[in-house]
């Protein structure tokens, strides 16, 4: 590695998804023609936008990742042609960190289409991946419309989180947040974990598998106005439905459930931090489930609401991921097996030519088959609500009809589906 080609070393933050080889994707499906040069002539003018993304990761001899700028050019778009539809399109495509840390996936299947952007999850969470895709759809459509985009002004290399709160004289504190659910730990006999099966190529990047379901857009619309009524975000009702729904799974009823869930700080940072200024800029929520047969959803909900409120205005979510060490384990050692969701909120619209039409939303993520990686995604795209659950835990199908069954059952209507 030479010390000129050195873009910046990863921070503390960062390193994490080095170690693990984590890249995050998010796909948007469409109906429609696709053109394929103006979509690769668009990426390309990604890349010059953001030239950090051509660059690659590699390791110095103490293990530490740096970002290093790539001599030659970028590979280029990847197309698969008949499955846009299929998963397995992903798992042919190689991502590789020493060699990219941003690919983009195309996927044709008559007049639908699937565009896939693979970001390394050091370089950006979802929201600033969504940044991204949007700024592709962008110069797509000025490309397909008038056949030009204009001027390109390259941008730095984003900031970290450490120095996003260092500039906002952000420092750690006393508590992390974890506080709450110290008094768990060893305190229960806990039955056995279902672990995944073991990988047959344990050292390349696999994508998690994920199980998902979209609520129609009247059920939307019926727990929105349920929310309403309540006084309630849709995020924590269907948070509090995640954990109700664990908690009948489990069949541990005596036994809390710790909560866990990422929150963007970029709107809660004075001043805020643009989409893509930041790396991954999340701090870390915790909650304590202590569910019993009585428990209402309503009430817990209300409860993650209060207690995420008291966490902000001490200043503990903002500087809790200064507090984690390099570890990606999953549940502590006796702890209950945590539950963590990351919501993305309301889906905007991307630009796209009057010619296509954007019909579904969906995450992915890719690491190292060792990482323990368990989590729920949600969100609404198109108004309608989707969940995700991504494990490679055997169980996936099943906590998410429960979820399901459970928010179609809140607002008290009958005859609904989902697909």
């Known amino acids: 590695m030479f010390p000129t080609s050195v873009i910046r070393k990863l921070a503390h933050s960062e390193e994490v998804f080095a170690k693990n080889e984590t890249f995050f994707g998010l796909t948007v499906h469409t109906r429609g023609p696709v053109d394929v040069e103006c979509m690769s002539a668009a990426f390309d003018t990604l890349l010059e936008a953001h030239p950090v993304l051509t660059g690659h990761l590699e390791r110095d001899s103490e293990g530490w990742h740096h970002i290093v700028a790539e001599d030659l050019l970028h590979p280029g778009i990847w197309l698969v042609s008949g499955?846009?539809?299929?998963?397995?399109?992903?798992?042919?495509?190689?991502?590789?960190?020493?060699?990219?840390?941003?690919?983009?996936?195309?996927?044709?299947?008559?007049?639908?289409?699937?565009?896939?952007?693979?970001?390394?999850?050091?370089?950006?969470?979802?929201?600033?991946?969504?940044?991204?895709?949007?700024?592709?759809?962008?110069?797509?459509?000025e490309l397909v419309t008038v056949g030009s985009v204009g001027p390109?002004?390259?941008?730095?290399?984003?900031?970290?989180?450490?120095?996003?709160?260092?500039?906002?004289?952000?420092?750690?504190?006393?508590?992390?947040?974890?506080?709450?659910?110290?008094?768990v730990i060893f305190a229960y006999e806990l039955p056995p974990r279902a672990t995944a099966p073991l990988s047959a190529d344990p050292v390349s990047t696999v994508m998690v598998p994920v199980a998902r379901r979209r609520?129609?857009?009247?059920?939307?619309?019926?727990?929105?106005?349920?929310?309403?009524?309540n006084g309630l975000s849709l995020n924590t009702v269907v948070a509090a439905a995640i954990l109700l729904s664990e908690w009948r799974l489990r069949g541990t009823p005596h036994i809390p459930i710790p909560y866990l869930y990422p929150v963007d700080l970029r709107h809660f940072l004075t001043p805020p931090v643009d989409a893509t200024a930041c790396t991954n800029p999340v701090g870390v929520a915790t909650y304590l489930a202590e569910i019993?047969?009585?428990?209402?959803?309503?009430?817990?909900?209300?409860d993650i609401t209060e207690t995420f409120r008291a966490d902000l205005s001490d200043g503990v979510i903002q500087q809790s991921t200064l507090h984690f060490t390099l570890q990606y384990e999953g549940s502590p050692p006796g702890l209950p097996p945590m539950v963590l969701c990351t919501d993305v909120g309301p889906v905007p619209v991307l630009p796209t030519p009057d010619n296509l039409e954007l019909t579904d939303f969906q995450s992915e993520l890719l690491c190292l088959p060792r990482a323990p990686v368990d989590f729920?995604?949600?969100?609404?795209?198109?108004?309608?609500?989707?969940?995700?659950?991504?494990?490679?835990?055997?169980g996936r199908e099943d906590s998410l009809e429960e979820i399901v069954s459970l928010l179609c059952s809140?607002?008290?209507?009958d005859g609904w589906d989902t697909e």
């Not at 019993?292 to 209300?302: F, V, W």
């Not at 809140?410 to 209507?413: H, S, W």
Request: net charge negative.
């Open 83 to 141: 499955d846009s539809g299929s998963p397995q399109a992903a798992t042919r495509m190689k991502l590789d960190q020493g060699v990219s840390l941003v690919n983009l996936l195309l996927r044709l299947d008559e007049d639908r289409a699937a565009v896939t952007l693979y970001v390394h999850h050091s370089l950006a969470d979802g929201h600033h991946v969504f940044g991204l895709l949007d700024e592709l759809f962008g110069w797509y459509t």
């Open 152 to 183: 390109v002004t390259p941008q730095p290399a984003p900031e970290s989180l450490e120095a996003v709160l260092e500039q906002r004289a952000i420092a750690k504190q006393q508590r992390s947040g974890l506080e709450r659910l110290i008094r």
């Open 215 to 229: 609520l129609t857009e009247q059920q939307t619309a019926d727990l929105d106005a349920y929310c309403r009524t």
């Open 292 to 302: 019993g047969p009585a428990t209402e959803i309503a009430d817990l909900a209300r």
């Open 376 to 394: 729920y995604g949600c969100g609404t795209f198109a108004d309608r609500l989707f969940i995700e659950h991504h494990s490679h835990a055997p």
């Open 410 to 413: 809140v607002p008290a209507e």
